[in-house]
């Protein structure tokens, strides 16, 4: 008897677990996707970002997760004294989404509820000098947030990467 029930509580929750992904998808929302994006970027602990984002890349599929780490050459998103590789991801994930953003919603052709049609849209609404300045600053704190997690001996360099690293992207990350 004990088998029997078993076997039917793991049918049923096997059965809700594939209706669960049945789920349909919520239209297109500007100012959902904005606060989003907002969280994952400036509300979010780096530690909590990297540990939940395959979690996150899951629920929110149409968001840009890609990552090339930071892309730096030769050195690449750790060394000895530094690992940066959350704060690369990221960052990544800041200006690709804005850029979306504006893909998806700065164009004056799309009805409320849907997004740009194909070459209709413009960036600057959400990917602009100032959003990227304040996701190149988070970068740096993300940087530094590892760094404090080293010992003395290696704070100081890993530090000095941060700085590298955070004017590299200022020079060279866009608008």
């Known amino acids: 008897l004990m088998g029997i029930a078993h076997f039917s ?16 998808i919520a239209p297109p929302d500007v100012n959902r996707d904005i606060a989003f994006v907002e969280s994952v970027m400036f509300q979010t602990p780096i530690r909590e970002f990297d540990r939940t984002r395959f979690m996150l890349r899951r629920q929110y599929k149409w968001f840009d997760w890609s990552t090339d780490g ?6 690449g998103s750790e060394g000895r004294s530094f690992n940066f590789v959350a704060a690369c991801r990221r960052h990544d994930f800041g200006y690709r ?6 893909q998806r ?20 609404r959400f990917w602009n000098s100032t959003q990227r300045q304040r ?10 947030d590892n760094c404090a997690t080293r010992l003395r001996s290696f704070r100081v360099r890993c530090e000095a990467w941060a700085y590298t690293y955070f004017k590299s992207v200022r020079a060279i990350g866009g608008p």
Do not use: H
């Open 9 to 24: 509580l793991v049918a049923v929750s096997s059965v809700l677990t594939a209706l669960s992904s049945l789920v349909t």
């Open 97 to 102: 989404n804005l850029k979306l953003l504006d």
């Open 135 to 144: 996701i190149d600053e988070q970068f740096n704190r993300d940087m530094l």
């Open 70 to 75: 930071c892309s730096a050459p030769i050195v």
């Open 105 to 124: 919603y700065n164009c004056t052709d799309a009805a409320p509820g849907s997004v740009c049609s194909v070459s209709s849209w413009t960036f600057g």
